[in-house]
């Protein structure tokens, strides 16, 4: 274990394992409904890593893969305002069917932002994935369609989840030390 996390919540072998089953309920819950092409929008950067390992899961879909960067946090463990966008898709997605992924829902204010945005450019059907789901913070009515695994409310790094924008390297996700989550000694 990194010498700077208080624990891991969710080990390699469990987040491979997940992975495994997430993406063959995705694939097919949009097979059943006829869809042969799938739009993946992935939030960078904290879900690049999600996204990789789950569209190599997506066997017998066409994908197509892009991105979009949002700001919200600073180097703190806090939200500091409304998810801006910084960097748009560049795919069409009218008329496609859109699966937005992200690392994690906490407040859920990243994702609803961003699914009023997307939802503008009139994809056929729009649907949320996150990798954790923190109990217990939503602010909006937003739930995820799809969600890998329900963590308790505490701050975790690792497998794309940074703490200014460190840790995201790690293959499993733990939860930081306390006394290295808060400034001045990041600054
Ligand atoms: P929301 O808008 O409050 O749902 O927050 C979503 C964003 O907050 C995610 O994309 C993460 O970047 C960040 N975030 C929320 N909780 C954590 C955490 O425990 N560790 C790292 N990043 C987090
Ligand atoms: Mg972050």
Avoid at 21 to 28: D, K, R, Y
Avoid at 36 to 61: P, Q, S
Wanted: hydrophobic share 40%.
């Amino acid at each position: 274990m990194h010498p700077d996390l208080a624990q891991i919540l969710v080990d390699e072998q469990a987040i491979h394992e997940r992975l495994e089953a997430l993406g063959a309920q995705i694939e097919n819950s949009y097979r059943a409904h006829g869809v042969e092409e799938l739009t993946v929008i992935a939030i960078t950067n904290g879900a690049i890593l999600f996204a990789a390992d789950l569209v190599r899961r997506l066997k017998n879909i066409y994908v197509r893969l892009d991105t979009v960067r949002v700001s919200s946090y600073k180097d703190e463990d806090k939200p500091v305002s409304e998810p801006e966008i910084v960097d748009n898709i560049r795919l069409d997605i009218s008329d496609a069917h859109v699966l937005l992924i992200d690392d994690i829902m906490d407040t859920g204010q990243t994702l609803e932002r961003l699914v009023n945005v997307i939802k503008k450019s009139r994809p056929a059907s729009l649907k949320t994935c996150v990798l954790l789901n923190k109990i217990g913070r939503r602010q909006t009515s937003m739930d995820a369609d799809f969600a890998g695994f329900d963590i308790p409310d505490q701050f975790v790094v690792g497998y794309g989840l940074d703490f200014a924008e460190r840790y995201r390297n790690l293959p499993y996700i733990g939860v930081l030390r306390p006394e290295l989550q808060n400034p001045p000694m990041w600054m």
